[in-house]
């Protein structure tokens, strides 16, 4: 047995050091595909809140039918960041639309033949 010990110890080792490394890789890339599908997640929860956001703004500004300039800033960099998650075409439709609005409301004047 002594002889054996002797002439096979470094294989014994390496087989030893080998293992725990197997299993310390596969618990690694675990937690790694476990983070990575968390993030995924996150990522399209973002996206959908984004995606509601723009929505909502675009049904209040046609409504309206202007957006101020501070609500279009807004918009823009919600617009940015939601293409920055993978957007769509049809969101950058209702901003292109958004964006050709005026900047204010526009009063309408009084019609003068009327006040006459």
Same mark, same amino acid.
């Given at each position: 047995?002594?002889? +054996?010990?002797?002439? $096979?110890?470094? =294989?014994?080792? +390496? &087989?030893?050091?080998?293992?725990?490394?197997? +299993? *310390? @890789? !596969?618990?690694? &890339?675990?937690? #790694? $595909?476990?983070?990575?599908?968390?993030? /995924?997640?996150?990522?399209? *929860?973002? =996206?959908?809140?984004?995606?509601? !956001? #723009?929505?909502?703004?675009?049904? @209040?500004?046609?409504?309206? *039918?202007?957006?101020?300039?501070?609500? !279009?800033?807004?918009?823009?960099?919600?617009?940015? =960041?939601? *293409?920055?998650?993978?957007?769509?075409?049809?969101?950058?439709? #209702?901003?292109?639309?958004?964006?050709?609005?005026? @900047? /204010? /409301?526009?009063? /309408?004047?009084?019609?003068?033949?009327?006040? =006459?």
């Amino acid at each position: 047995m002594n002889e +054996f010990i002797l002439e $096979y110890w470094l =294989q014994v080792v +390496f &087989s030893v050091i080998l293992t725990i490394l197997s +299993f *310390g @890789v !596969r618990k690694i &890339s675990s937690v #790694l $595909y476990n983070e990575i599908a968390e993030q /995924k997640s996150i990522k399209m *929860g973002i =996206q959908a809140i984004l995606r509601d !956001r #723009l929505i909502q703004s675009y049904n @209040v500004h046609i409504a309206l *039918g202007y957006c101020e300039i501070h609500n !279009r800033d807004n918009i823009s960099n919600m617009h940015k =960041q939601y *293409g920055t998650l993978g957007a769509d075409r049809v969101i950058d439709r #209702l901003i292109d639309e958004i964006i050709n609005l005026p @900047v /204010k /409301k526009i009063e /309408k004047e009084p019609n003068s033949e009327l006040e =006459q």
